[in-house]
């Protein structure tokens, strides 16, 4: 997928796929991810989720790219210990991870990505609680 390709939305029209820059508050850690310019969120409300606002944009590995701060990244897993929660260790924000429901991608933080790109933000609750029972709501790629 290169930038300006089509990409469908699931009843949202067409989008283009973009080049988003993002990362945390201190600026140490930076990544791009690929994803349509009118992006599909889930926002969970899990233990950890509801307590860091984060709202998923899942991606496969391929459109991802770190392109700096490997090294000021930290690991907290919990429960099954199968997600890798990735926290800046400089300002502890968590703008991307690799979650348990795609541990062949990551989940990031469309709070986390720069202005500029996204045209739309369409949001989803998902009730990450209960995970188990609704962990196949989930987008797959």
Not at 25 to 36: K, N, Q, S, T
Not at 55 to 61: D, G, Q, T
Not at 83 to 103: D, E, M, N, Q, T
Not at 108 to 113: E, I, K, T, Y
Request: a positive charge; hydrophobic letters at 40%.
């Amino acid at each position: 997928m290169g930038h300006g390709a089509a990409f469908g939305t699931g009843g949202l029209g067409r989008a283009l796929v973009t080049l988003h820059l993002g990362g945390c508050h201190c600026g140490r850690v930076r990544f791009e991810v690929e994803a349509p310019d009118e992006l599909q969120v889930s926002e969970c409300n899990c233990s950890i989720c509801r307590l860091t606002g984060f709202l998923h944009l899942l991606v496969a590995r391929p459109q991802f790219k770190l392109l700096r701060g490997a090294d000021d990244l930290v690991t907290y897993t919990f429960n099954t210990g199968v997600a890798r929660h990735l926290f800046c260790r400089v300002c502890g924000i968590k703008s991307f991870y690799v979650p348990r429901s795609h541990p062949d991608g990551y989940s990031v933080n469309a709070r986390c990505l720069e202005a500029g790109t996204v045209r739309a933000l369409h949001v989803q609750p998902f009730d990450g609680a209960n995970w188990e029972q609704h962990v196949a709501e989930l987008p797959r790629w």
